[in-house]
């Protein structure tokens, strides 16, 4: 096999994962697969026609997302929120990122400003043309961005992990398009009130954004 067609293979086999991913996805968001079902790998084989790599590759990336989750010598099984969790981690990630807004108006720069508008921009159209789990990474993107002005790569990677703990935005909080489009404009109007230099209305914005219904 030549390099291009090495290549292409490769090209090929990616999409074809990220596809499958995206269809559990979809599944697990529409509540064909109910949080706590059992991903048994031979059923998701015949139920979106594709091979075990692939399912075992959208299910460990499904995984890492926090969407899936993993149990040793009990196989994957869809993520069961847990609303007290969730509700704690919210309060911890509240106070953890309006202890930064200060400092990340301070810091904040016209470039700085284009990079997080380049990246709210980048998630509005996600919205339009994006997969689920390329939304999401958009997300991410936006609100690493957004932490890392704040001077502080510890607190960065901090919230990233708590993020973590519980299930993710697209299963936990995405399930209408009206709530997608609203996350869209609290991110522009984020980084409006940094561009103001108003830390009041960047706290109360900020605190809204993570306790979105």
Known sequence: MSDVQERTAETNEIAVTRDVTDFI?????????PPGTWLKQVDL???????????????????????????????YHVFEPDGRRAQEV??????????????????????????????????????LTGTVLELYEANLAFHRELLTLGGNQELVDLVTEIRQ????????????????????????????????????DFKRLVELHIRQP
């Open 90 to 127: 919210s309060d911890i990630r509240v106070i953890l990122e309006t202890a930064v807004a200060d400092t990340i108006i301070s810091r904040a720069s016209a470039e700085s400003i284009t990079r997080l508008r380049r990246l709210a921009r980048h998630f509005d159209e996600m919205t």
């Open 165 to 200: 703990r519980t299930s993710s935005a697209p299963v936990s909080q995405w399930r209408t398009r009206a709530r997608i489009e609203q996350s869209g404009r609290e991110h522009h109007m984020m980084i409006d009130a940094i561009e103001k230099r108003s830390p009041a």
């Open 25 to 33: 996805l979809q599944d697990i968001l529409t509540g064909a697969l």
């Open 45 to 75: 084989e015949r139920r979106y026609g594709c091979t075990r790599p692939e399912v075992r590759r959208a299910l460990d990336r499904l995984s890492q997302k926090r969407l899936v989750e993993h149990v040793p010598n009990r196989g």
